[in-house]
């Protein structure tokens, strides 16, 4: 992507971030369901704990910590339903010292912790058909190693009938704002409403991004000068469209200050920049026809494992 267009989404952004919440309280989304957080023992993991505390306390929701086992195996066999009492003992200790973090960060949140054999994709995915939003850490360590990103986060959020959260550590939670990565799809209402209600409560702004690419048909008659004229009528459509879809969201949410940017670039390279001075990125997930938000299936894997803030993927209902 241009560097300039990294740096004018990153300027206009800081803009929006330093905007005042209002005092609307129209169109207030509500959390249904317990915040359910994995946890591995690992530093990763810890800072999703607290991640989950406090989102947990924003919406006055249950906090529940869990650590899945895999099926153990001994002599080579796989034997389900017995795990030796090592990986059990860890496993109480791992989900001990999370509860104790999320106390320390909240004293006055109810904290609920489990331990489970089953595996983590598999138990993450069942338990959001009841939570509100699942939390996972970046990456995991020792024998789980690289289970939470690439693995555990893209599967669970690929599956999960709730947000799912990956939590990136040197987070900057309080000082960014909200960022919403849109693209044309019956998500972008869910995915709207969700960063909205996320801004309100953390007393920040939300600026939504589209991106948007002219088509490389239109590139044939750039020697013409005509190019830039399909470029610019792009634009001004892309623009268009986006005002207009935010313009609802607007009216939902009022109060809360919003920024609507139509960049040219491609979806993946487009977020990534924008996460670059954001507190919270969110982005649609899945649906029958699309990965995020309209666009292919690998922008929210790109956006993943480039994103320098926090991602929230928001599934469709479609």
Same mark, same amino acid.
């Given at each position: ?131 509100? /939003? @699942?939390?996972? +850490?970046?990456?995991? %360590?020792?024998? &789980? $190693? *690289? ?133 919270? /990125? @969110?982005?649609? +997930?899945?649906?029958? %026809?699309?990965? &995020? $938000? *309209? ?24």
């Amino acid at each position: 992507m241009d560097p300039t267009v990294g740096r004018e989404v990153r300027g206009l952004l800081l803009n929006v971030c330093n905007d005042e919440q209002g005092d609307g309280n129209q169109g207030v989304r509500t959390m249904d369901g317990p915040v359910i957080v994995g946890t591995d023992g690992s530093a990763e993991a810890m800072d999703a704990v607290e991640w989950a505390a406090l989102e947990a306390d924003r919406w006055a929701r249950p906090l529940r910590i869990v650590h899945a086992l895999r099926h153990a195996h001994v002599g080579g066999l796989r034997t389900a339903g017995w795990l030796p009492p090592g990986p059990v003992g860890d496993a109480r200790r791992i989900v001990a010292q999370a509860e104790e973090r999320a106390r320390e960060v909240c004293p006055g949140l109810t904290v609920h912790v489990g331990v489970f054999d089953e595996a983590p994709v598999e138990y993450l995915v069942s338990a959001s058909n009841s939570a509100g /939003l @699942v939390v996972v +850490g970046g990456r995991g %360590h020792g024998a &789980t $190693a *690289g289970l939470l990103l690439g693995s555990v986060s893209g599967a669970v959020a690929a599956r999960a009938k709730c947000a799912v959260t990956v939590v990136r550590r040197h987070r900057r939670d309080e000082q960014g704002g909200v960022v919403v990565g849109l693209g044309r799809s019956t998500a972008f209402l869910e995915v709207l409403d969700y960063a909205f209600g996320e801004a309100r409560r953390r007393d920040r702004g939300v600026a939504v991004v589209h991106a948007w690419i002219c088509p490389r048909t239109e590139s044939a008659t750039a020697h013409t000068g005509q190019y830039d004229e399909a470029r610019d009528a792009h634009r001004r459509q892309a623009q268009q469209w986006l005002d207009g879809t935010v313009a609802g969201a607007v009216e939902r949410h009022e109060g809360v200050p919003v920024r609507s940017y139509a960049v040219e670039g491609p979806a993946g390279d487009v977020l990534a920049e924008a996460s670059r001075e954001a507190g919270l /990125l @969110v982005i649609g +997930g899945h649906s029958r %026809h699309a990965g &995020t $938000a *309209g666009q292919p299936r690998n922008v929210g894997h790109r956006v993943l494992h480039r994103a320098d803030c926090t991602v929230t993927i928001v599934p469709s209902k479609t």
